[in-house]
């Protein structure tokens, strides 16, 4: 079956730093989301990609779809605080009715 | 409502009872799926039905899980028979179209109900 992995798994980086995760599929995607969970908190929905290489930007975020569309990637720029959390890809193909999601990164800032 | 409302939010059940975990999606959304999170772990997708029927039920871990839901509206999770490994907090998601469509996909998340299996 269709299988979703992202890496690193956890990824610690001083305040100020970059940090960016990837989203592979086994499969070929029609689309990919990406979410944030918090601390506690449940995921909440960030951005969704169509088109193959397809770029995207919210403030210091930046998303971008594989020309393949079988990988993603979530950049973010000059972290903060209040970026800590788990962040998850989530994909879903012709032939699949499931909202697949990816293994998810989480993210520790070191002040 | 305004948002998923998922009940209870806490449950603490013994080993070898049944329970029953409740989500109300937001009003109009078609597309429903329960997720399950282990402790420190991703998500691990359980169900998921667009309107009444469930076309992916391929998730399902056994016999012991199964969903329903009525009137396009709220669905239930029944575990039955409850064993520790069952514990872990499960989420319930809503959308207003199913992920084939390429617009309104966007998958509202409730806030769990967290199952501790004693």
């Known amino acids: 079956g269709q299988q979703v992995m992202q890496i690193p798994q956890y990824q610690h980086v001083q305040e100020g730093e970059d940090f960016t995760t990837y989203c592979n599929s086994s499969?070929?995607?029609?689309?990919i989301q990406w979410y944030k969970q918090r601390p506690g908190g449940h995921p909440v929905f960030l951005i969704q990609?169509?088109?193959?290489?397809e770029v995207k930007k919210q403030k210091r975020l930046t998303f971008q779809f594989g020309e393949a569309k079988k990988n993603s990637s979530l950049h973010i720029t000059a972290t903060q605080t209040t970026d800590v959390g788990t962040y998850f890809c989530a994909g879903w193909n012709f032939g699949n009715e499931k909202l697949t999601f990816g293994t998810g990164t989480r993210l520790t800032i070191i002040p | 409502g305004a948002g998923v409302s998922q009940s209870p939010s806490n449950k603490v059940t013994e080993k070898g009872k049944d329970v029953e975990l409740r989500c109300d999606p937001i009003s109009g959304h078609t597309a429903l799926y329960w997720y399950r999170q282990r402790l420190g772990q991703g998500l691990e997708f359980l169900i998921y039905?667009?309107?009444?029927?469930?076309?992916?039920k391929s998730g399902l871990p056994s016999d012991r899980f199964s969903a329903e839901r009525t009137g396009e509206s709220v669905s239930t999770l029944t575990i039955q028979r409850t064993q520790q490994e069952d514990s872990a907090v499960y989420l319930c998601a809503s959308s207003l179209a199913p992920p084939r469509a390429f617009l309104n996909t966007e998958a509202f998340f409730g806030q769990g109900t967290r199952l501790t299996v004693v």
């Open positions: 499969t070929t995607l029609s689309n």
């Open positions: 039905f667009q309107g009444n029927s469930a076309p992916d």
């Open positions: 990609l169509v088109k193959s290489g």
